[in-house]
């Protein structure tokens, strides 16, 4: 089954590794449980990566996870070495796995349990609706808080069912502290085009502005930031509270 790409595209897009490809990987490597598992959460996932194929969205998992993996390596072990360890390497995965690179078994195994760890890993993210570098970094803390090894934990390591219950409760708590915000163009009222991404996006800000002290204050923030359509907000407010969202907008 093809993997569809969200119809939306900006500069803020990553190199794109063809849709080809990605579904050549899905097919070949990616088990059916898996694929079900991504076509259940793509409505959940953190909005930034709607726009991806899922060996796009693995990509940007694989580079997130590689620079918590220097820091915390630099804070662990060795600070000097840190800066120069690369835990793993895209395009050597994906060189492994295609059909001209297959002739070296083990580099195929290794490849391939990189790729699904970091795949599953991922997936978990998305489910949750977690930007990865929050989720990676939780995953390593919990996962750093029982680890008795010399090496650091890989990709495979960080999706225990019991780090995940305390990634989803964190992830929670972080959302009334933090305000996440998604970077990707597509998000600006000037491009809304009525897409799911993008109504859910707006269902997020809601969320979000009904966590704090003064909803309205923030309400209108997103208005003026072209995050919020002025006519959406005023759908879905009643009278006195589209007041007071105006004098925040003056």
């Keep these: 089954m093809p ?7 900006t500069d803020l897009d990553a190199v794109r590794t063809t849709t080809l490809e990605n579904d050549y990987i899905v097919s070949n490597f990616i088990s059916q449980e898996f694929q079900e598992f991504d076509r259940m959460g793509w409505s959940n996932k953190w909005f930034d990566y709607r726009h991806m ?3 796009q969205a693995t990509h940007r998992y694989m580079e997130v996870y590689g620079d918590i993996y220097r820091r915390i390596y630099a804070r662990e072990f060795d600070r000097e070495r ?5 835990p793993l390497n895209f395009e050597l995965i994906l060189a ?12 195929v195994t290794k490849a391939k349990k990189q790729l699904v ?20 970094d939780l995953a390593f803390t919990y996962r750093m808080r029982r680890w008795k090894q010399n090496t650091m934990p890989q990709p495979f390591h960080l999706y225990h069912e019991y780090d995940v219950e305390k990634i989803a409760e964190r992830w929670e708590e972080l959302q009334a502290s933090k305000l996440y915000r998604a970077e990707h163009a597509a998000y600006m009222v000037q491009n809304y085009q009525n897409l799911p991404q993008q109504n859910d996006y707006h269902e997020w800000l809601f969320k979000q502005a009904k966590l704090r002290s003064n909803p309205a204050e923030w309400i209108a923030t997103f208005i003026d930031e072209n995050a919020l359509p002025v006519e959406k907000v ?9 007041e007071m969202i105006e004098r925040y907008l003056q």
């Design 3 to 9: 993997h569809l790409i969200a119809a939306f595209s």
């Design 53 to 55: 194929t899922l060996l």
């Design 82 to 86: 840190a800066e120069h360890i690369k």
């Design 96 to 107: 492994a796995l295609r059909p001209e690179g297959q002739a070296e078994a083990k580099k």
């Design 117 to 136: 760890g970091c795949w599953r890993g991922r997936q978990i993210a998305d489910m949750l609706g977690c930007p990865y570098d929050v989720y990676i």
């Design 234 to 242: 005023q759908t879905r407010t009643d009278i006195p509270e589209w």
